[in-house]
């Protein structure tokens, strides 16, 4: 069952996400021996704004996994600094005259077991609260 939660980031900052996974049920589900991928993009064709992941292919961001079901989601300060730091795609100004305070992505979260079936545990719009301070 997928769960529709939005996601603030604050840029600059280090930053995590922890939710536990359940099953229809509701009760919690051992991830232990699972893989997690998480993409984050402007829109369905564009190209990742981050890329998170509990193997070695992150370059946004980690993914842990816990038997008693909680998913951890996180990024250093370096990593959430490049969050929404090309705005090229949005609008058509100099970046000096850029004043979009928040910037919406979309992202998903699958989580594959161990037999390989993929779930998409988590879906909807990671709002990014971008910095002055850098």
């Known amino acids: 069952m997928t769960i529709r939660q939005d996601i ?3 840029q600059g900052a280090t930053w995590s996400f922890a939710f536990v996974h359940r099953d229809a049920q509701g009760d919690a589900v051992d991830v232990s021996g699972y893989s997690a991928r998480m993409a984050i993009k402007a829109g369905f064709q564009s190209s990742y704004e981050a890329y998170l992941s509990s193997g ?3 370059d946004g961001g980690t993914i842990a996994l816990a038997a008693d079901g909680t998913v951890t989601v996180s990024m250093t300060a370096a990593q959430s ?3 929404a730091g090309d705005l090229t795609f949005f609008i058509f100004f100099e970046p000096a005259e850029r004043v979009e305070r928040i910037v919406r992505f979309m992202y998903d979260l699958e989580l594959i077991s161990p037999a390989g079936v993929v779930d998409r545990a988590l879906e909807g719009h990671f709002l990014v609260q971008r910095e002055v301070t850098s």
Do not use: I
């Open 56 to 58: 070695s292919d992150a």
């Open 81 to 83: 600094a490049k969050m």
């Open 8 to 10: 603030e980031l604050y």
